[in-house]
């Protein structure tokens, strides 16, 4: 089973072409819609009262276990953002944290010997609070952003030394390590106690560093772009989805993974929220799968 923990959110999300309300986020959302299609999944997670109903079903339809979603008084989270013209920088406009601001997550005890962890994009100080509750799970997985390399930093560092892998893109990568060069940089962040660093690079893929073995993987090709909030927390539920499932996390399973997570990326960037994610079915993805494996297949050279 994979525990994922997150943050649930109600998102108003403003492109260049549109906009739309009350679209269902967060960071626990989109990890789950990617690893409910691999693996067993838990949900550990906060909503305030006015939670749609039809999205706590949704969770559902996944079969995602919600036992660990706690439905408080007061507000759910919510985020409001505007896309630049790339689709790649965005503006916060409003940020309500609701019920969020005083989470304090608890895993049941049915959930404690989960083999998967996946944390999701929060705090660092509650990612630790999650590591202390569990027993000695197979593979833990963390997200992190900016915010937290600037506000809780040794915090982070000392999250960094606790879990298995660490994903994070480019420009957080350059700031944990002050290295220009990315494998580099992955390079430092390893010798602080994870077997695997990923670093995500938007359009142009992700890579995988574990000691020696270095493997770059394209993102899947897209003519438009609808909306990227929650691509690279879809990218981590992809990976960690194809641990579980293979029940392995060696350099081969993990390149595999990265493939997996970049191909159910690919599916959230093309609607609001995990409209078209959640649509995504075993012949879409596979054939997906294919095109991407291709991308990098070339005959043997020889000079």
């Known amino acids: 089973m994979i525990l994922t923990v997150g943050s649930i959110a109600l998102d108003t999300i403003e492109t260049p072409h549109e906009k739309s309300e009350d679209v269902l986020g967060g960071s626990a959302t989109y990890i789950c819609g990617a690893t409910a299609k691999l693996a067993d999944t838990a949900l550990i997670g906060i909503v305030g009262t006015d939670f749609p109903d039809r999205y706590s079903q949704l969770f559902v339809d996944w079969g995602v276990d919600t036992e660990g979603l706690e439905v408080a008084g007061g507000s759910t989270f919510r985020w409001s953002g505007r896309y630049h013209s790339d689709m790649i920088h965005r503006d916060t406009l409003s940020t309500e944290l ?15 010997k989960a083999e998967y962890i996946a944390l999701g994009n929060i705090h660092p100080d509650l990612q630790h609070s999650i590591l202390d509750q569990v027993e000695k799970p197979k593979w833990v997985v963390a997200d992190t952003m900016k915010l937290w390399i600037d506000i809780a930093r040794d915090s982070l560092d000392r999250l960094i030394s606790r879990v298995d892998a660490i994903v994070v893109n480019d420009e957080e990568a350059r700031d944990l390590t002050g290295e220009i060069s990315l494998t580099s940089a992955a390079a430092v962040l390893l010798e602080k106690g994870p077997s695997a660093v990923i670093v995500k690079r938007g359009e142009h893929g992700a890579s995988l560093h574990m000691g ?20 690279g927390d879809t990218f981590l539920g992809g990976l960690i989805g194809w641990v579980a499932k293979k029940d392995s996390a060696d350099p081969e399973t993990l390149k595999e993974g990265i493939h997996v997570g970049s191909c159910l990326a690919s599916f959230t960037v093309e609607s609001f929220g995990v409209q078209s994610l959640n649509m995504a079915n075993s012949d879409g993805i596979n054939k997906r799968l294919e095109v991407l494996r291709g991308l990098t297949e070339v005959p043997e050279i020889v000079l």
């Open 212 to 231: 020696e073995d270095l493997f770059y993987s394209p993102a899947f090709p897209l003519h438009k772009v609808f909306d990227t909030t929650g691509a």
């Open 98 to 112: 609701g019920v969020f601001e005083t989470f304090n997550p608890v895993i049941p005890d049915s959930k404690k």
